[in-house]
């Protein structure tokens, strides 16, 4: 299940935030370790293992590989999410005539 390894891929607080800095733009390894505490070996596993999600793709430049945001990845993500929208509306006008009754 795709959405299982998304979101087993964003659990990991340095895997979130390793995604939110590229979300700003695409990078090489090294320019994503800064301001980080990780080895080189330790951020190689953690953009696997996000490439593994199809949340970052790489793209070879020359000698350099640099990382950014997969939109298929994303893609997955919403439509996940779309299944669910239409859920909450009914659930926040129950909650709010509970609210209303518990009020009176």
Do not use: C
Not at 4 to 9: E, S, T, V
Not at 42 to 58: D, G, N, T, Y
């Amino acid at each position: 299940m795709m959405e299982h390894d998304i979101f087993r891929a964003l659990a990991d607080p340095t895997r979130r935030t390793i995604f939110e800095k590229l979300a700003a733009g695409s990078m090489n390894a090294s320019a994503l370790r800064q301001g980080m505490d990780i080895s080189q070996p330790a951020m190689s596993q953690h953009l696997a293992v996000l490439r593994a999600a199809r949340l970052v793709r790489e793209q070879k430049e020359g000698r350099f590989v640099n990382y950014e945001v997969d939109p298929d990845g994303l893609a997955l993500i919403a439509q996940w999410l779309a299944k669910y929208r239409a859920y909450w509306p009914a659930r926040i006008d129950a909650l709010k005539l509970l609210l209303k009754d518990m009020d009176q």
